[in-house]
C-alpha cells in the first residue's frame, strides 16, 4: 500500500509516523502516541526522535503497548486538574492521548471488572519523575473514587503519607532536590464499591550512609532541616538543639544546607500536620524528634585521648544530651557512664578511628531504624480495621471476601557510576529482577491474549536475563551466597580473598568478568578490586573495596534500654544477647526482593518508565545522549520488540468498524450482520493482504503500522466527501424538519381552538339548565328543574360527606333541600346512634362508672343547687380518705361491714350548733359518724328518711334519721366541701335518690322530744355560719352563679 504525500516524512531513522486518533487535538497528534506504530521500530534513533518531537509539543507520555514512557518535564504542565482526571474517568486506552490518569483508570477498571489484584511498576532512574507519578496515581484515586465519611480517614492518610515519608526518607541531592533514598512498594486496598479502605507500605534500603555523610552539593535527610528551620524555639531548646544547621557535623558534609528550591519552614508545618492526620501521638511525636536530636548530637561528639590512654568522649553538652535519650533520669555520673557503653563498649575500648566509625554506624543504625518504625506505625493507621465495618454487615460481609488491591512501586531504575558500591549493585540486581519480571508477564499476557483470540502464537526471540539473577542469587554459587560465606567465614575476611573466592566459583561465566579473568581491551577497563556484571541493560564495573565491611556491621547496642519508646521497640534486647549471626545486608535485600517478586507476581502489572531529559533540572531541555542512556538501561527498546513481537496493533471489532465503515460501501453507514464479517467485508474492500492481517474471536490483528496508517489516510482522504454528504443530508433533514414542524405547529392549534369551543358550549348549556332548574325548584320534579334538583342533592350529600358531625357533642347539621328533610334526618338520627355507640364502646369500666355517678348526680341537682355545675367537670372519687386516716380500731367494730367511701365533715351540734370534725363513711348498708377512734352515730339507711341540701352553693346537709328509735339519734346536721359527690353516693347506696329534698331558704331537723331546729340559707359574698336571733342556724352561701 502507498502512503499519502502528507506522510512524506514518514520512515527511515528517526522519522516517525503520525496516527490520528477521533478524539485527539492537533497537538496530540505529533509523532506517535504508541511506540508500537513506530514503522522502524529496532531504531533506536527512531524511538528517541519519537520522544523527542513529542516532549517539544510538552506531549511527556507515550506508550509501547501498555506500558507509559514519561519524560519529566520540569515544570508544570496544567495536566493534571481535576477536569483532566474526569476525562480519563472510564475511557478506553486508546480513545485518549496518553496520560498517567489512563493507566491509573485503565489498572483501577481491570481490578473492578476482573477482580485482579493489580500493580504499577514506576521505574526511572533518580530525578525521572517515579515519586511524582505515583502521587498523580494517588490523587487520582483519591479524587475519583467513591468515598464515605470515615473511608475518607483512610483516602487522607494515604495521601499524607508522602509528605511524612518524603521528609524522613527523601534528600537533595545533585540530580534531584527530592530524591527518595529508599525504594518504596505501596499497596491501596479498595472495598468491593471500589472505594479505598486502607493501604500497606513496604520500604526498601535506605540510604542509611546519608545520615553521616553528604557529596559535596548534596543533603542530609530533610527532616533535620525541617526541624531546625520550623521547630518552635522552646522545642529545640529541650531537645538541646540550635536553629543554625551549621552547627551540625551531620548537616554540612555537602556545604549546602539551604536550597532556594526548598521551604524547610513551611515543609516542616506540612510534615507535623500529616503526622498528625496519620494518628501520630505527641509522645510519639516527641520521641522522633529525641531521635532526629540525639542523631545530630552524635554527630557533633568529638573523642580525645583519657588520662590511661582509652578513646573518650571530650563533647560534655553531647553527652548529657544523648543520655536523655538512654534515661530519663539525669543522673550524670550514670548518663557517662550509659554514653560511654552507648558509643564506646560497642565492641570493647576502641581507637579513635574505631570510636568515630562505631559513633557513625550507630548514628545510622538509630536513623534506618526508626525509620522503618515509622513507616510501620504508618502502616498501623492505614490498616483496614474490620471493627469498623463490623456494625455495617453489608460493607463488612462484601468488603470481606471482595476487597481488591493495587500495589504502586516507586523504585530506583540502573544507576551506573564512576565507582559503583555496594548499594548500586542492589539497585541493578533489583532492576534485574524486575526486568525478569517484565519480560516474563509481558509475554505471558501477550502469548494469553493470541490463545484468547484463537490466533497461535509465533515465538519470540528475547534475551532472558534469568541467567544474569540466577549469577547474583543462586544458592551455593550465587554471587549473595559467596559473600556470606566470605563473612561467616572464620578469621578476617578480606576484599580481596572475596574477589578471588568469586573469580574461583564465578569465572567463566558469560557476564562475570574480573581483571584477572579479562583479556585485552576488558582487562583495561575492569580495576583490580573490581568485577564486573554484564547486565541486560549493559556492564557495570562494581568496586568490593568496604564491602565486607559493609556486610559486617551490625548495631548491637544497649540503646535496647532505651526509654525512648521508639528505640526499644526498634532494638530488641535479644539481638545483644543472641550468638546468632545476623544475616548480611546483601541477603536481608535477597530477601525482601524475592518477597516483593513474590507480591508482584501475584498481581496484574502495569509500567511507567520514567525518562530524565537533563541533568540540569531544566524545563524543555532534551539531552538526546542522556535520554538515549536511560531508553538502554530502562531496557526500553527490548520492550518494544517484545510488544511487536507478533502485530503492531490490535483493536476490537465494534471499534474496528465503527471507525473505518465509511470506507466500505458495504458496511456504510451501517452493518447489520456479524461484527467479524463487516470487518471482514471492510479489509476486503481495503485490499488488505493476507499476512498483512489476523482475525481473532473479537479483534483484528494488524501486523505492520503502515497497513494501519493507509486506512487512517484513506479515512482522512473520505472526510471531505463524508462531511459533504452529512451537510446536505442535515440541511435537507432541517428543511424537511422545519416544515413538518410547521404542519404539526398549525394542527396542534387547530385541535385546542376545537377543544375550546366544545368546553365552552358545553358550560353554558349547563348554566342553561341551572338557572332554568332554580326558577322552577319550587315545582315537582319535572324536566326543566331534575338537574337543578340533582344538583342541589349532590352538593348537599358531598357537603355532608366531607364535613361529617366531628362527636357526639357536635351538633352541627348542613341544611338539607326541601326534598331531603326527611331522609337528612334519618341520616342524622343514624349518624348520632352510630357515633355513640362507637363512644360507649371506647368507655373504660371506670369510666362507666363516673358517668352513672354524674347522672345520678345531674338527676338529684341539675338546676335544682347552684353549686352543681362546678361540681360537673370534677370528678367523683373513690374515697376522699385513705386507708390509713380510718382509725384502725373503728375499722374492727365495724368488721365485715367494709367501709365503701369516706370524708372528711362538720357535724353541728343540733342545740348550740357547736362545730364537731368528723369522719362520715360509707358502707354498703349504713353510714357512721366517727371522732377519732369513737364510732358515735350509726344511720342505718332504712332508717335513713330523707336527705335535706340547699338550693345554695353551701355544703350543708341534714340527714334525717326518726328520733323515735331510740337506738338511733336523731338528725344530723353536716357540712362537708363535697357536698354534691356525697350526697349523690349515700343516696346511691341507701337507694334514697328520691328522698334528696332541695329547699331553697330553710331546712327543719328535728332536735330530741319533738323539738325542732331550722337552717336558713341566704346568699352573701362569703360563706358565714352563725346562730341567728331565733335560735335558727344562719347560713350564708357564697353567690356563685346567681339564677
Ligand atoms: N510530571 C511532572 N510534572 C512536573 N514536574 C515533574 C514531574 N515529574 C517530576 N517532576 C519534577 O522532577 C522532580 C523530581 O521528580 P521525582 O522526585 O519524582 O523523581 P524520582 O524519579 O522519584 O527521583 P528519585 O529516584 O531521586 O527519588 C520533582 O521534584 C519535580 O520538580
Ligand atoms: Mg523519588
Same mark, same amino acid.
Given at each position: 500500500m502507498s502512503l499519502p504525500p502528507h506522510w512524506k516524512e514518514v520512515g527511515g531513522e528517526g522519522r516517525v509516523h503520525r496516527v490520528m486518533e477521533s478524539t485527539l487535538t492537533a497537538r496530540d497528534r505529533v509523532g506517535v502516541q504508541d511506540f508500537v506504530l513506530l514503522e522502524n521500530y529496532t531504531s533506536e534513533a527512531a524511538f528517541i526522535e519519537n520522544l523527542r518531537r513529542r516532549f517539544g509539543e510538552k506531549l511527556i507520555y507515550t506508550y509501547i503497548g501498555s506500558v507509559l514512557v514519561s519524560v519529566n518535564p520540569y515544570k508544570d504542565l496544567e495536566i493534571y486538574s481535576k477536569a483532566h482526571m474526569e476525562r480519563y474517568r472510564g475511557v478506553s486506552f486508546y480513545e485518549i492521548s496518553p496520560h498517567i490518569y489512563a493507566v491509573s483508570d485503565n489498572t483501577y477498571r481491570a481490578m473492578r471488572t476482573e477482580r485482579r489484584d493489580q500493580c504499577i511498576l514506576i521505574s526511572g532512574e533518580s530525578g525521572a519523575g517515579k515519586t511524582e507519578a505515583s502521587k498523580k496515581i494517588l490523587q487520582y484515586y483519591a479524587t475519583t473514587c467513591p468515598v464515605t465519611d470515615h473511608m475518607s480517614t483512610i483516602r487522607d492518610r494515604l495521601l499524607q503519607s508522602n509528605p511524612v515519608l518524603e521528609a524522613f526518607g527523601n534528600a537533595k541531592t545533585l540530580r534531584n532536590d527530592n530524591s527518595s533514598r529508599f525504594g518504596k512498594y505501596m499497596d491501596v486496598q479498595f472495598d468491593f464499591r471500589g472505594a479505598p479502605i486502607g493501604g500497606h507500605i513496604l520500604n526498601y534500603l535506605l540510604e542509611k550512609s546519608r545520615v553521616v555523610h553528604q557529596n559535596h552539593g548534596e543533603r542530609n535527610f530533610h527532616i533535620f532541616y525541617q526541624l531546625l528551620e520550623g521547630g518552635e524555639q522552646d522545642q529545640l531548646s529541650k531537645l538541646g538543639l540550635e536553629r543554625n544547621a551549621q552547627k551540625y557535623h551531620y548537616l554540612v558534609k555537602g556545604c549546602c544546607p539551604r536550597v532556594s528550591s526548598i521551604n524547610d519552614k513551611s515543609d516542616w508545618k506540612t510534615v507535623r500536620k500529616a503526622l498528625t492526620v496519620i494518628g501520630f501521638h505527641e509522645e510519639e511525636v516527641e520521641d522522633l524528634l529525641n531521635i532526629i536530636a540525639s542523631v545530630l548530637h552524635l554527630g557533633n561528639t568529638q573523642f580525645g585521648e583519657g588520662e590511661d590512654g582509652e578513646t573518650?568522649? %571530650?563533647?560534655?553538652?553531647?553527652?548529657?544530651?544523648?543520655?536523655?535519650?538512654?534515661?530519663?533520669?539525669?543522673?550524670? %555520673?550514670?548518663?557517662?557512664?550509659? %554514653?560511654?557503653?552507648l558509643i564506646l563498649h560497642f565492641k570493647g575500648p576502641l581507637s579513635f578511628e574505631q570510636a568515630v566509625a562505631a559513633r557513625d554506624a550507630l548514628a545510622k543504625a538509630v536513623y534506618g531504624r526508626a525509620f522503618t518504625w515509622l513507616v510501620a506505625k504508618i502502616n498501623q493507621s492505614?490498616? &483496614?480495621?474490620?471493627?469498623? &465495618?463490623?456494625?455495617?454487615?453489608?460493607?463488612?460481609?462484601?468488603?470481606?471476601?471482595?476487597s481488591s488491591v493495587i500495589g504502586l512501586l516507586d523504585i530506583y531504575g540502573f544507576e551506573v557510576f564512576q565507582h559503583n558500591s555496594f548499594e548500586q549493585f542492589c539497585i541493578n540486581y533489583c532492576n534485574e529482577k524486575l526486568q525478569q519480571l517484565f519480560i516474563k508477564l509481558t509475554l505471558k499476557s501477550e502469548q494469553e491474549e493470541y490463545e484468547a483470540e484463537g490466533i497461535t502464537w509465533e515465538p519470540v526471540k528475547y534475551f532472558d536475563n534469568k541467567i544474569i539473577c540466577d549469577l547474583v542469587e543462586e544458592k551455593h554459587k550465587g554471587f549473595i551466597s559467596i559473600l556470606d560465606e566470605e563473612c561467616l567465614r572464620p578469621g578476617e575476611p578480606s576484599d580481596i580473598s572475596f574477589l578471588e573466592k568469586l573469580e574461583d566459583t564465578l569465572?567463566?561465566?558469560?557476564?562475570?568478568?574480573?581483571?584477572?579473568?579479562? *583479556?585485552?581491551?576488558?582487562?583495561? @577497563?575492569?580495576?583490580? =578490586?573490581?568485577?564486573?556484571?554484564?547486565?541486560? @541493560?549493559? =556492564?557495570?564495573?562494581?568496586?568490593?573495596?568496604?564491602?565486607? @565491611? *559493609?556486610? +559486617?556491621?551490625?548495631?548491637?547496642?544497649?540503646?535496647?534500654? +532505651? !526509654?525512648?519508646?521508639?528505640l526499644s521497640q526498634c532494638f530488641h534486647r535479644e539481638e545483644v544477647t543472641t550468638q546468632k549471626r545476623p544475616e548480611t545486608a546483601a541477603t536481608q535485600f535477597k530477601n525482601s526482593l524475592a518477597k516483593l517478586i513474590e507480591i508482584l507476581m501475584s498481581k496484574e502489572p502495569s509500567y511507567v518508565r520514567c525518562i530524565k531529559p537533563n541533568d540540569a533540572k531544566q524545563s524543555g531541555r532534551f539531552d538526546e545522549a542522556l535520554v538515549r542512556h536511560q531508553v538502554k538501561y530502562l531496557g526500553l527498546m527490548e520492550n518494544l520488540r517484545v510488544r511487536r513481537a507478533g502485530f503492531a496493533y490490535r483493536r476490537r471489532y465494534e471499534a474496528f468498524l465503527q471507525r473505518y465503515k465509511s470506507l466500505c460501501p458495504g458496511t456504510w453507514p451501517n452493518w447489520q450482520g456479524r461484527l467479524a464479517d463487516g470487518v471482514a467485508t471492510l479489509v476486503q474492500h481495503l485490499g488488505y493482504k493476507p499476512e498483512e492481517y489476523k482475525l481473532g474471536k473479537t479483534k483484528i490483528f494488524i501486523r505492520f503500522p503502515k497497513t494501519l496508517f493507509t486506512t487512517e489516510d484513506a479515512l482522512e482522504a473520505r472526510r471531505p466527501a463524508l462531511a459533504l454528504t452529512l451537510q446536505t443530508s442535515w440541511r435537507g433533514y432541517r428543511e424537511r424538519a422545519k416544515y413538518h414542524l410547521l404542519v404539526i405547529q398549525s394542527a396542534w392549534r387547530g385541535m385546542k381552538s376545537r377543544r375550546k369551543a366544545r368546553r365552552r358550549r358545553h358550560a353554558a348549556e349547563i348554566i342553561r339548565k341551572f338557572i332554568k332548574g332554580f326558577i322552577y325548584r319550587h315545582y315537582e320534579r319535572c324536566p326543566e328543574n331534575e338537574y337543578f334538583l340533582d344538583h342541589q342533592r349532590f352538593s348537599f350529600l358531598m357537603t355532608l360527606v366531607r364535613n361529617p358531625p366531628k362527636s357526639v357533642l357536635d351538633k352541627s347539621w348542613p341544611v338539607p333541600p326541601p326534598s331531603l328533610t326527611e331522609a337528612s334526618e334519618h341520616l342524622c338520627r343514624l349518624c348520632m346512634q352510630n357515633m355513640m355507640r362507637a363512644y360507649c364502646r371506647r368507655i373504660q369500666p371506670e369510666w362507666k362508672k363516673q358517668m352513672e355517678q354524674k347522672v345520678v348526680a345531674?338527676?338529684?341537682?341539675?338546676?335544682?343547687? !347552684?353549686?352543681?355545675?362546678q361540681s360537673v367537670p370534677k370528678l367523683f372519687v373513690a374515697s376522699?380518705? !385513705?386507708?390509713?386516716?380510718? *382509725?384502725?380500731?373503728?375499722?374492727?367494730t365495724l368488721g365485715n361491714d367494709k367501709v365503701k367511701y369516706g370524708v372528711a365533715v362538720t357535724k353541728y351540734d343540733r342545740r348550740g350548733y357547736k362545730a364537731r370534725p368528723r369522719q362520715l363513711l360509707l358502707t354498703s348498708s349504713f353510714a357512721v359518724l366517727v371522732a377519732e377512734a369513737k364510732l358515735k352515730q350509726r344511720i342505718d339507711y332504712a332508717a335513713l328518711r330523707s336527705i335535706s341540701v340547699s338550693s345554695l352553693t353551701d355544703g350543708f346537709m341534714v340527714l334525717h334519721v326518726p328520733s323515735e328509735d331510740n337506738k338511733q339519734k336523731s338528725d344530723v346536721v353536716l357540712q362537708c366541701d363535697h357536698v354534691i359527690e356525697v350526697v349523690t353516693k349515700l343516696a346511691t347506696m341507701a337507694d334514697k335518690k328520691n328522698k334528696v329534698n332541695i329547699s331553697q331558704d330553710s331546712i327543719k331537723f328535728a332536735v330530741a322530744r319533738g323539738k325542732e331546729g331550722v337552717i336558713d340559707f341566704t346568699s352573701g359574698s362569703e360563706l358565714k355560719v352563725a346562730k341567728g336571733k331565733k335560735g335558727h342556724l344562719l347560713v350564708t352561701a357564697p353567690q356563685l352563679n346567681p339564677r
Open positions: 573518650q568522649i %571530650t563533647t560534655e553538652p553531647q553527652l548529657t544530651y544523648l543520655s536523655k535519650v538512654r534515661t530519663s533520669n539525669m543522673n550524670s %555520673t550514670s548518663s557517662h557512664r550509659l %554514653t560511654h557503653s492505614l490498616a &483496614f480495621k474490620w471493627i469498623v &465495618f463490623y456494625l455495617q454487615d453489608e460493607v463488612y460481609n462484601s468488603s470481606k471476601g471482595s569465572g567463566g561465566h558469560a557476564h562475570f568478568v574480573t581483571h584477572k579473568l579479562a *583479556n585485552g581491551k576488558t582487562r583495561k @577497563a575492569v580495576g583490580r =578490586e573490581e568485577f564486573r556484571l554484564i547486565h541486560y @541493560a549493559g =556492564e557495570v564495573n562494581y568496586t568490593v573495596n568496604g564491602e565486607l @565491611a *559493609n556486610q +559486617s556491621v551490625n548495631s548491637r547496642t544497649v540503646i535496647c534500654q +532505651s !526509654d525512648n519508646q521508639i345531674s338527676q338529684i341537682f341539675q338546676d335544682q343547687k !347552684d353549686s352543681y355545675p376522699r380518705l !385513705d386507708s390509713e386516716e380510718f *382509725n384502725l380500731k373503728v375499722i374492727q
